[in-house]
């Protein structure tokens, strides 16, 4: 069964070190979502991208955070310089545009960022 | 705008017994509602979801929720729980509007202990 792959499972990084996660989505699939999720709390989107277009951003701190989706396929999350607060779980989604599947957000198994 | 809310942070149950966890929303047009589950130090798996058709939704492991307009709710149950039914449990909406924006918005979670 085709999964959501993310890399690295875990990074521990000190504070206003850059840090960076790859997230390949499930072949075929055209939209691609970056979530942080905080201990105790729900997902928050941080960006939606369709294809290699960014349709969502509104919740990304775009002074230190950066998304890219270049060819429309993987994507990398970056966070420069990171901070203490940025310690999460950051999480990949994808879904596609049509089939049985539609409306489907595919997740894999994040990254649990923590920065000293 | 769109929300959810899990009332209840924890639930515990013995296991054979009934699970109910739930959940309320508030989105502006047609709500589409999404259950997941979350392992520790793992990415979100799909439960169900209810887009249209019959209020009562059956998915995967035994789960099934009952969509109430009225009541703006969709309650997760299981008539029997499992102790390997013991995750945190989110529930999410977004508006069926018809748009390509498929941003979904969580609920806090809710962390299930099925005790043998």
């Known amino acids: 069964e085709a999964e959501v792959a993310q890399s690295p499972r875990y990074k521990i990084t000190e504070k206003s070190q850059a840090v960076a996660f790859w997230c390949d989505p499930i072949?075929?699939?055209?939209?691609l979502y970056w979530y942080r999720q905080i201990l105790g709390q729900g997902p928050e989107l941080l960006v939606q991208?369709?294809?290699?277009?960014?349709?969502?951003d509104s919740q990304l701190p775009k002074d230190r955070f950066s998304a890219e989706r270049l060819k429309g396929v993987d994507s990398t999350l970056k966070i420069q310089p990171a901070e203490l607060g940025d310690s999460a779980m950051y999480l990949c989604?994808?879904?596609?545009?049509?089939?049985?599947?539609?409306?489907?957000?595919?997740f894999g198994p994040g990254t649990r960022l923590t920065v000293l | 705008a769109q929300s959810v809310a899990q009332p209840e942070d924890q639930v515990n149950v013995a296991e054979g017994n009934p699970l109910t966890v739930k959940c309320t929303y508030s989105?502006?047009?047609?709500?589409?509602l999404f259950w997941y589950v979350q392992y520790p130090n793992r990415g979100l798996q799909f439960l169900l979801k209810?887009?249209?058709?019959?209020?009562l939704v059956k998915g995967s492991y035994g789960f099934e929720a009952e969509f109430n307009k009225s009541q703006t709710s969709f309650h997760l149950k299981k008539p029997s729980a499992l102790v390997s039914d013991s995750a945190l449990y989110f529930c999410?909406?977004?508006?069926?509007?018809?748009?390509?924006?498929?941003?979904?918005?969580f609920g806090a979670g809710t962390t299930v202990t099925v005790r043998a």
């Open positions: 999410a909406v977004r508006d069926g509007g018809g748009s390509n924006d498929y941003k979904l918005s």
């Open positions: 989604a994808s879904s596609p545009n049509r089939g049985r599947s539609y409306n489907e957000q595919f």
């Open positions: 209810y887009i249209t058709g019959d209020n």
């Open positions: 989105v502006s047009g047609n709500p589409y």
């Open positions: 072949s075929g699939h055209a939209t």
């Open positions: 991208f369709q294809d290699e277009s960014v349709v969502d």
